[in-house]
Nanobody, 128 residues
Framework: QVRLVESGGGLAQAGDSLRLSCAAS????????????MGWFRRAPGEEPELVAA????????RYADSVQGRFTNSRDNAKNMVYLQMNNLKPEDTAVYYC?????????????????WGQGTQVTVSS
């Protein structure tokens, strides 16, 4: 089992920056960290979950949603089992609940249905 705990969400104004953090833990996670793609999904009210960003252990394969490309950066500190999402130049359409995700799928083909473990989510609200 893998436990994911997000932090760092909150209120922001358009143009602001926020950084989300995700702490990963679990009996098997440290041993099999290299197998897991780590990333972020978000879900706005009434919408389906959307992949925001994901990367393999060494960031050999990364993927970003077109809507966040150039504004958001997904990074990992594998020694600390931490994942971060740096969000710059936030826009009102970025408002959503953001979920940390762990999966053995490649970021190239990752969908919400392929996620093995989810965090509890953290709300990000961006006002204009």
């Amino acid at each position: 089992q893998v436990r994911l705990v997000e932090s760092g969400g909150g209120l922001a104004q358009a143009g602001d920056s926020l950084r989300l953090s995700c702490a990963a833990s679990g009996r098997t996670f440290p041993t099999y960290t290299i197998l897991y793609t780590m990333g972020w999904f978000r879900r706005a009210p009434g919408e389906e979950p959307e992949l925001v960003a994901a990367a393999t252990w060494g960031s050999e394969i990364t993927r970003y949603a077109d809507s966040v490309q150039g504004r958001f950066t997904n990074s990992r500190d594998n020694a600390k089992n931490m994942v971060y999402l740096q969000m710059n130049n936030l826009k009102p359409e970025d408002t959503a609940v953001y979920y940390c995700a762990a999966t053995r799928q490649s970021p190239s083909v990752l969908t919400a249905g392929g996620v093995d473990y989810w965090g509890q989510g953290t709300q990000v609200t961006v006002s204009s």
